[in-house]
């Protein structure tokens, strides 16, 4: 890999992590907006409000950056970082075309798990270095749902690779059939709640309920640095709807798959992603022993019995 | 690819790690000492896994055992379980004499948890009833 | 040796009623008519199949037939075939005979039982186990149905579980003969040990070309043949087991469970024929057996009792036969004597039940004279009586001069033993029946003091029909049976017959001459202490049951020293380890964080050193 | 010295570093972090020597679980923002301690030192496959006795909260 191929493939990961964000944000934004009868972003850019989300940008960078008192400022000021870096990490993982990926590494799937572990981190330290009850209520739920969750998500993804084979991501679509759709269904099923648990969406969204703990490990930021971390969110679905539709919806598979693959990768990622954002508006938020006991007593059962059923059919027919 | 660095790489850590245990009070922090230890050992292994040659079952067969990643990944595993039991521990000394300070002297004798509380509480459903056999000093 | 109709038949005839018991088994709960419709039909349809078995069956030879395919265990080959010859194809049709009359008696007189369907189903079964041991080809088939009978044996006793007696009865049948059977299965084991294999026919080939008789292997068999039998000592459960319906006596006594132990020895005759220490402990056991029970039976009141008590006779008699005849015999006495015991059993048992719906019990009290004016049962009863007795023209005639010739020409001393252990029998048989036909046929009854709603009201119209044509069927066969047994090849020797005639009409005599007595009962003429001992079997059963309380005791022994001796050692580890543990935590309690070091710098001390020395 | 060696020593140097603060450090939360930071690199250190597969778990299961569970258990048991110096031995416990762990360094370099030749090896290409058919394959007892110990790490986990629940002073609503 030359050092100028390395460039531009560091370049289009940034590229992309920036872009693809903003349309879920403004996908979120349209979506919620006519769900409830309203029209949403309407004059930003003109045409439907379409650069809604720049101006919100904008706004955030000249908002004062405050940092309490009694924070630790280094912690508290590097833990945005530490909730975004992630997220990027994970996106340069996954391929989007047949052969279109940041970074083509062997154990991809298991790189993407890997760095989205990490993501939490960032909500911890920001958490507590804010000093603040809420903030350190909001991360410690956020952890405990995370550590609660990367279990049945493993073993979801587990499954998956199982069936194709390979822990390359690529390696998970080449492999892909469209009977994987049934076959893999509990799994995927799994993986999708997981997904939002992780990423703290709703129905999950308990460590930054804002009518319980005013707004979790955020609370006390301001400007961009809380930028940063809706930026992270984001990129979260990002991430999952891409990851999601990589493992269980076959990727770039479809019609002219030659020349529309990342059309397809896309088009489906996105579709996930407004399902997300769906979720967001239809369910009310679970109470934490809820949460607990959906993670284990219904997810890691049904992943165990995804990787069970994998296996069997994997035995059987190679 | 030299493996100088790595082996001492490998020797700091335990030394780092070693100290980290003994000059720690607080006793999660006496943990990450430990973690520390373990991670040299894995460097170590790491290390040396490269030098590894499968090994000969007869003249036509043999095995690449991958010893130093395997035992690596097992050694994790091994802390995962680990800081599970320890933090549980630590958790309950802290619920139990009130700090988790591991210069201090044990105050008498610490009462051991008796069968009848546990089965008073697990019989009534209601492990967390904070009425139950309060025992502390 | 292959005969193909006959295999087709002899696999026919075990399926029929396994396939009848399990379907009339699922139907028992949801249609009970027409569970009870299929166990009869079933049970003449299998009479039907034997009798095709019996006419395609090779007159010399065997007639081999697989059932579920052979099973290889290791080094020991398990064919699981049948095979059937020409006596045993007899035996067969005796048994499935039988099997069908008592299926289409129980449709009357199981009529108003709830459980009467499971009843007719478990009889299903029960045959099935029966024509399986008969048709065996293989020991562990022999096993199987042996066994099945067992567990079949005590569904039937205590059939009547509201009753204690008839759960005592249930339970004390199954556990004595699973205690014998230990002695079986070890036979059956040893058996095949020694020759690789459990078919029969390669165990005879290996025993024929000159081994040594096995005769340990054979005794031990005997131990669970006597169990099954009734033979001394296992001879108490067969009177208690008086406690089941009378159809399920029938059966037990008729042609199955009891006579099991008949057909093994028969169908392993080859190898019993070579060992003459075994067929003498049979014949002593057997000799023992015959006339004790026919002593006891005399001065029974209860005509289910007697007829058990001649169940144990006449079974002795026929493994006498078996155990006196000589080698060249083939046994063919002893078997012949089992059909006809079977024929005219069978007919005494149900004839009984029916006496017992008239009299509303079985006690000999109840019955005084009851059995007049009821047309064909008088008549067929008496036969059956006869036969038992052996005068002639019966079928009990034939087949007991057969067994009494048998032991004639048997030249070892159990055969001698047998012959004098015989003409005791043949008389005392002669008077226990005389009495019992003159007790039933006159005097007056007593009320029953309780009436009994278990018991089935006396036939009517067209069951009435049913019951007799059963029993007059049966009667006629009593009679005119044992032209049968001389027309297979049978053969009558005047003297043989003129003595044990003779000793028989002299019962006969003796017996009426005493009932002229006042009473009318020729067993008053016995102590009133010596019937009642007699009534409990002269307390065998306390002798069960002290042996039962030793066995018990000793196994407190075992235990107690197997908790004081033997875990001593762990129990004393534990101790130990929890004593050393509590000492070291007593020692332990210093501040951690010295201690920690004091420990890693004691490690490293350690290491250092180490690697110095190891250098 | 090539380009591995290179990135490996500068992640090794950045490892080191950052165990030394992490064992001596007067903030608790950060002790955490840079044990977070200390395990990241040696992440880095696998990747450079070949191990994909043991630096993805190490993240994964070292960074993702276990150092969210220590950071969780130092919050549970108060751990206020800032300085404070009660979380050293005292001064002559540190000194030992220092001089254990200089000659526990010292004792492992000069055993292994040796052993290892200056003759440069060969780091294989992606060996996951490998590994995993050697864990699946060679150390498939190994691999089923750690499942159970895991099994049993959770059990005692959870009966050891249990007994203290049982017999300890409420501690107002910090249970988890």
């Not at chain 4, 276990?66 to 002559?92: E, N, Y």
Request: glycine fraction near 10%; hydrophobic fraction near 55%; charged fraction near 10%.
């Amino acid at each position: 890999m030359s050092v100028l191929e390395a460039v531009i493939r560091s370049v289009a990961v940034v590229a992309a992590f920036l872009v693809l964000p903003l349309l879920v944000g403004q996908t979120e934004h349209k979506f919620m907006a006519h769900m409830q009868g309203r029209l949403g972003p309407m004059y930003a850019g003109g045409w439907h409000g379409w650069a809604q989300l720049i101006a919100d940008a904008a706004k955030f960078v000249q908002k004062e950056d405050v940092i309490p008192a009694a924070a630790d400022r280094g912690v508290f000021r590097i833990a945005p970082a530490v909730a975004l870096i992630p997220y990027m990490a994970g996106l340069a993982f996954i391929p989007i075309g047949d052969g279109i990926v940041g970074a083509d590494v062997p154990a991809s799937a298991f790189a993407v798990l890997a760095a989205l572990g990490v993501g939490i981190l960032g909500h911890l330290m920001g958490g507590w270095a804010s000093a603040n009850k809420y903030s350190m209520i909001g991360a410690m739920r956020g952890a405990a749902q995370l550590v609660a969750y990367e279990l049945p998500m493993v073993l979801a993804v587990a499954s998956v690779a199982l069936a194709a084979g390979t822990l390359s991501l690529s390696g998970i679509v080449e492999q892909w059939q469209p009977w994987w759709l049934l076959w893999q269904l509990p799994g995927a099923i799994v993986f999708f709640i997981a997904a939002l648990a992780e990423i703290n969406r709703t129905p999950f969204d308990m460590p930054i309920a804002d009518s319980e703990i005013v707004f979790g490990a955020f609370t006390e930021y301001t400007g961009l640095r809380f930028a940063f971390f809706l930026l992270a969110e984001y990129a979260g679905i990002v991430v999952m709807a891409l990851l999601f539709t990589v493992l269980y919806l076959g990727g770039w598979a479809g019609p002219l798959a030659a020349s529309l693959g990342v059309v397809w990768t896309l088009l489906k990622a996105w579709i996930i992603a407004a399902i997300i954002v769906w979720m967001r508006v239809s369910w009310p938020r679970l109470r934490e022993d809820q949460l607990h006991r959906l993670a284990w007593v219904w997810l890691i059962p049904i992943a165990l019995f995804q990787l069970a059923l994998t296996a069997v059919v994997v035995v059987m027919t190679r | 690819m030299h493996l100088t660095a790595p082996v001492l790489l490998s020797a700091v850590l335990a030394g780092i790690g070693a100290y980290g245990v003994l000059a720690r009070r607080n006793a999660v922090l006496v943990l990450i000492g430990v973690e520390l230890l373990l991670s040299s050992a894995n460097v170590l292994l790491v290390a040396m896994s490269t030098q590894e040659r499968p090994y000969v079952l007869s003249e036509t067969t043999s095995v690449a055992m991958y010893g130093g990643q395997v035992m690596t990944i097992f050694i994790i595993t091994l802390a995962a379980a680990e800081i599970v039991v320890a933090l549980a521990i630590v958790l309950a000394m802290f619920r139990v004499i009130g700090h988790i300070d591991v210069t201090a002297a044990p105050e008498g004798e610490i009462e051991p948890a008796t069968d009848e509380p546990v089965a008073a509480a697990a019989s009534a459903g209601d492990p967390g009833s904070p009425a139950q056999g309060v025992s502390g000093p | 040796m292959t005969s193909s109709t006959a295999s087709t038949f002899a696999q026919l005839l075990v399926a029929v009623p396994v396939l009848a018991a399990v379907v009339s088994l699922i139907l028992a709960r949801s249609a009970p008519g027409a569970s009870r419709a299929v166990s009869a039909v079933t049970a003449v349809l299998g009479f039907l199949v034997s009798v095709g078995l019996l006419v395609n069956v090779p007159a010399e030879g065997f007639a081999a037939a697989t059932t579920v395919g052979p099973l290889q265990v290791g080094e020991l080959k398990v064919p699981l075939e049948l095979l059937v010859d020409r006596p045993f194809a007899v035996v067969a049709l005796a048994v499935a005979f039988v099997v069908a009359c008592i299926q289409l008696y129980s449709v009357w007189y199981m009529a108003t039982d709830p459980r009467g369907a499971v009843f007719q189903a478990i009889v299903s079964m029960f045959g099935a186990a029966m024509l399986l041991v008969v048709l065996s080809g293989d020991l562990l088939l022999t096993l199987i149905g042996w066994e099945v009978m067992g567990w079949g044996s005590y569904l039937l006793i205590g059939h009547h579980t509201f009753r204690r007696s008839a759960r005592r009865a249930a339970m004390k049948a199954f556990l004595l003969t699973r205690f014998a059977d230990i002695g079986f299965v070890l036979g059956i084991v040893a058996l095949a040990a020694q020759t690789g294999t459990t078919r029969l026919a390669v165990i005879f080939e290996h025993f024929g070309e000159g081994a040594a008789a096995p005769t340990a292997a054979l005794v031990l068999m005997l131990i669970g043949i006597a169990g099954k039998s009734g033979l001394i000592p296992f001879h108490d459960w067969l009177p208690d087991a008086m406690e089941g319906p009378t159809p399920a006596s029938a059966l037990i006594h008729g042609a199955t469970m009891v006579a099991a132990g008949t057909v093994v020895v028969g169908r392993l005759f080859p190898l019993y024929a070579e060992s003459t220490d075994a067929r003498l402990v049979l014949a002593v056991l057997a000799a023992a057996t015959t006339v004790y029970t026919a002593v006891m039976a005399f001065t029974q009141n209860d005509v289910k009792k007697l007829l058990a008590y001649s169940t144990m006779s006449q079974v002795a008699l026929m493994l006498g036969a078996l155990a006196a005849a000589p080698a060249e015999e083939h046994g063919a006495a002893g078997l012949d004597h089992l059909v006809s015991h079977a024929v005219f059993k069978a007919l005494l048992f149900l004839g009984a039940g029916w006496l017992a719906a008239i009299g509303g019990g079985t006690a000999f009290a109840l019955l005084r004279g009851r059995m007049k004016g009821w047309g064909v049962l008088p008549v067929s009863f008496g036969l059956g009586l006869a036969a038992l007795a052996g005068i002639p023209p019966t079928i009990g005639f034939v087949s007991k001069d057969g067994v009494v010739a048998a032991a004639r020409e048997g030249t070892t001393t159990g055969a001698h033993i047998v012959l004098y252990a015989t003409y005791l029998t043949v008389f005392l048989t002669a008077m226990y029946a005389t009495r019992a036909y003159l007790v039933l046929v006159s005097g007056d009854p007593e009320e029953p003091d309780h009436h009994d709603d278990s018991h089935t009201p006396p036939p009517t119209g067209s069951s009435y029909t049913l019951v007799a044509g059963v029993i007059g069927t049966l009667g006629l066969l009593s009679l005119v049976g044992g032209a049968a047994f001389l027309v297979q090849g049978a053969h009558i020797d005047p003297t043989v017959a003129a003595v044990s005639v003779g000793i028989a009409l002299l019962g006969v005599l003796v017996s009426w001459a005493l009932s002229r007595r006042p009473g009318g009962d020729p067993a008053t003429v016995l102590s009133e202490s010596w019937a009642r001992a007699t009534q409990v079997n002269l307390g065998t059963d306390r002798v069960y049951a002290g042996f039962a309380a030793g066995v018990v005791a000793l196994a407190r022994v075992v235990v107690r020293l197997d908790n004081a001796v033997v875990d001593a050692l762990p129990r004393g580890l534990a101790s130990g380890a929890t004593a050393t543990g509590g000492a070291a935590d007593r020692a332990h309690r210093g501040v951690p964080s010295t201690g920690l070091l004091a420990v890693l710098s004691g490690g490293l001390i350690v290491l250092v050193l180490g690697v110095a020395l190891w250098r | 010295m090539t380009t591995r060696d290179i990135v490996f020593i500068c992640f090794a140097v950045l490892a080191a570093g950052c165990a030394l603060l992490a064992v001596t450090t007067k903030q608790v939360v950060h002790a955490a972090l840079w044990l977070v930071a200390t395990l990241g690199t040696i992440a880095g250190c696998y990747f450079v020597l070949g191990a994909e597969l043991v630096g993805l778990v190490q993240l994964l299961i070292y960074v993702g679980a276990v150092i969210i569970l220590v950071i969780f258990a130092l919050m549970l048991t108060r751990a206020p923002i800032g300085k404070h110096d009660d979380l050293a031995t005292p001064g002559w416990q540190r000194a030992i301690a220092a001089v254990v762990g200089a000659s526990l360094t010292a004792l492992i370099a000069a055993v292994v030192l040796p052993v290892v030749t200056d003759a440069a090896v060969d780091i294989p290409a992606s060996t996951n496959k490998g590994v995993s058919a050697a864990i699946f394959g060679v150390w498939v007892w190994p691999f089923e006795l750690l499942s159970v110990l895991l099994l049993s790490a959770l059990i005692g986990a959870f009966i050891v909260s249990q007994v203290v629940r049982a017999a300890g002073r409420p501690t107002g609503g910090e249970g988890r």
